[in-house]
């Protein structure tokens, strides 16, 4: 009786309210923002849309997001429950940490409750083919039970918690890297109110996330690191990530490091052999070096932040590559115009590829002036000459052309027909971060007026150098 009586003052409201929710449903869309770690702006179905009081909210007060929602439900024997639920699996409540199943109170101990998504089932006809005909074998009663579940703060997304928080009309779309235990995120304006009550959410929904920060300034520091704050958790800033089976420990703070590089590291690495000898002349904490190493290279590698060349020190330990990385504490130029210049004459002689890496995109460019007139030409030395990986940032219409433009005027040569180029990644509206590939031509390399034999080739073509713009 008190069942039907409980049905009966349910029934109405609750069908309409269940009706609309499951139009409004394919209304919605879902945005993501960045694969992976991506808090996306969504338009949530409205049942589990967070009491209105939270809206403004700065300090977080899990307590205020609790509500009772009535979501409806099918009575199944225990008999049979295991798979009913499998079949009706695309139409079951997903929550993070709602049952599925629970106690039908007004029963007998043989009966469950499923609950069932009430954006997607709004009454018996909204079951599928397949579905009915499930519980019409399973002898299930196609008639809706109606349940009162409590929803609380654990059981909301992230998303559905600072759309709720954060003021309407303004995108909450707030993506974060991670790097081990550390969300690192870079808050718009409007959204630093809230920075902390941000930082605990993003901290609550991400398992293993015990530290998040927000970079507090654009990275224009020599070493590349940016200021950030710590707006939830521990602040604990000595990372342990792992990229392409090789693990890497820095403190995030003072060094650089970006896991959207991964991809990129992998690919050039690839084109590295045993024997091979790498120079990485901005080695950060050895995502090339470290690597390329464990391939079997001998590795030369450097950067001039004392923090980086430490953790750098430290990851070749850790991976036990140190017998084949020298490292060095020197400012790109002199890296290249003191080690690759002492290494490079034998290097020339041999059969083994040289790589030269140079990964500052912001600058790297303009390193590449040192390479001129670097070594006294000898016959052999033309055979085997070094591979160089440049990278730069581009905000030109033609980035391809742009950076083979660049890099030909530093060296003072064209590199137009002899050099390849890969788009690596867009890190802003109109900028692209890319890397040219080429082998360094012997005219840049070597001093002609120092030649030991005499040459039959014609004067050295030099490139008149415009300004160069580095657009980063
Ligand atoms: C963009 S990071 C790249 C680090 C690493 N190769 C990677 O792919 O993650 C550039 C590195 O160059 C270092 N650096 C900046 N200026 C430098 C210079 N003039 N000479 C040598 N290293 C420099 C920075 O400390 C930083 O670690």
């Known amino acids: 009786m008190l069942r039907l009586l409980r049905r009966f003052f349910l029934s109405a409201q609750t069908q309409r309210n269940l009706k609309s929710a499951a139009v409004q449903q394919s209304l919605c869309s879902t945005t993501l923002q960045c694969p992976g770690f991506a808090v996306s702006r969504l338009m949530e179905p409205k049942l589990y849309r967070p009491p209105p009081k939270v809206r403004g909210m700065t300090t977080l007060d899990k307590e205020a997001f609790t509500q009772t929602i009535t979501v409806p439900a099918l009575r199944v024997h225990t008999r049979v429950l295991n798979k009913v639920v499998k079949c009706l699996k695309k139409s079951t409540i997903q929550r993070p940490g709602v049952l599925r199943v629970v106690q039908d109170k007004e029963e007998s101990n043989d009966y469950r409750l ?14 599928s083919e397949a579905e009915a005909e499930a519980l019409r074998s399973f002898s299930v009663a196609e008639e809706l039970q109606y349940y009162e579940l409590q929803l609380t703060y654990d059981n909301l997304k992230s998303e559905e918690v600072l759309e709720a928080v954060l003021p309407q009309e303004q995108d909450v779309t707030s993506g974060f890297s991670r790097v081990g235990h550390i969300a690192h995120m870079n808050l718009r304006d409007h959204q630093l109110p809230y920075k902390n009550l ?18 507090t300034s654009i990275i224009d520091s020599t070493y590349r690191n940016f200021k950030m704050e710590v707006l939830a958790g521990e602040e604990n800033m000595v990372a342990k990530v792992k990229e392409n089976g090789v693990t890497y420990e820095f403190d995030f703070s003072r060094v650089y490091w970006n896991p959207r590089l991964s991809t990129e590291h992998q690919r050039v690495v690839q084109l590295i052999k045993r024997g091979d000898t790498v120079f990485d002349v901005f080695a950060g904490v050895g995502p090339f070096a470290i690597p390329a190493a464990h391939l079997g290279a001998n590795v030369l590698a450097n950067d001039l932040n004392p923090e ?37 004459p034998s290097l020339l002689k041999g059969k083994a590829t040289v790589h030269v890496v140079m990964n500052l995109p ?12 670097l070594l006294k030409q000898e016959p052999l030395y033309d055979q085997n000459l070094p591979i160089v990986h440049c990278y730069s940032f581009s905000k030109d219409d033609n980035p391809d052309v742009d950076i083979v433009q660049r890099a030909s005027c530093s060296l003072g040569f064209p590199l137009e027909k002899q050099c390849s180029v890969h788009f690596v990644r867009n890190v802003a ?31 050295p073509k030099r490139q008149k150098c415009e300004e160069t713009t580095a657009s980063s």
Request: a neutral charge; aromatic letters at 8%.
């Open 114 to 127: 499923v609950l069932l998504d009430p954006h997607k089932v709004s009454s018996t006809s909204s079951f």
């Open 429 to 459: 509206p109109n900028k692209d971060m890319m890397c040219v590939s080429f082998t360094l031509p012997k005219e840049v390399l070597f001093n002609r007026d120092e030649l030991t034999e005499p040459s039959e080739e014609p004067a």
């Open 198 to 215: 941000i930082g605990q959410v993003i901290m609550d929904k991400n398992p293993g996330i015990t530290c998040v920060v927000n970079k």
């Open 362 to 373: 912001a600058l790297a460019l303009e390193f590449l002036d040192a390479f001129r007139c």
């Open 308 to 344: 980086s060349y430490r953790w750098l020190q430290h990851n070749c330990k850790l991976n036990k590559v140190e017998s084949r990385v020298r490292i060095f504490n020197l400012d790109g130029r002199a890296f290249i115009q003191g080690p690759v210049k002492q290494e490079l």
